[in-house]
């Protein structure tokens, strides 16, 4: 299994990004994943996941509203596009997902909001 994210940068506070997480070596279409950010110091937090199929999504309140979590399983990616970004969004952003009884993450791709 592997996960690789990418499209984290630099963005001033009221910007936007989208993030991708590209999967392989499981059957991506069957599982439900997640994005998970970690800011400097801080424990690394759930922000939003999304069902196998696409059809349910949840959010953490601090993002909901601004962030919208899609994959599209043909692609083997899922997305999370955030906006209005805000200084407290810094962090780096991971993607998750269980497989079985194992937990796999990416490496992270950093998001630096700052003007």
């Known amino acids: 299994v592997q996960l690789v994210e990418s499209g984290g940068g630099l963005v001033q506070p009221g910007g936007s990004l989208r993030l991708s997480c590209v999967a392989s070596?499981?059957?991506?279409?069957?599982?439900?994943m997640n994005w998970y950010r970690q800011a400097p110091g801080k424990e690394r937090e759930l922000i939003a996941g999304?069902?196998?199929?696409?059809?349910?999504?949840n959010y953490a309140d601090s993002v909901k509203g601004r962030f919208t979590i899609s994959r599209d399983n043909a692609k083997s990616t899922v997305y999370l596009q955030m906006n209005n970004l805000q200084p407290v969004d810094t962090a780096v952003y991971y993607c998750?997902?269980?497989?079985?009884?194992?937990?796999?993450w990416g490496k992270g791709t950093p998001v630096t909001v700052s003007s």
């Open positions: 998750n997902t269980w497989v079985g009884v194992m937990n796999y």
């Open positions: 070596g499981f059957t991506f279409s069957n599982y439900h």
């Open positions: 999304i069902s196998s199929a696409g059809g349910s999504r």
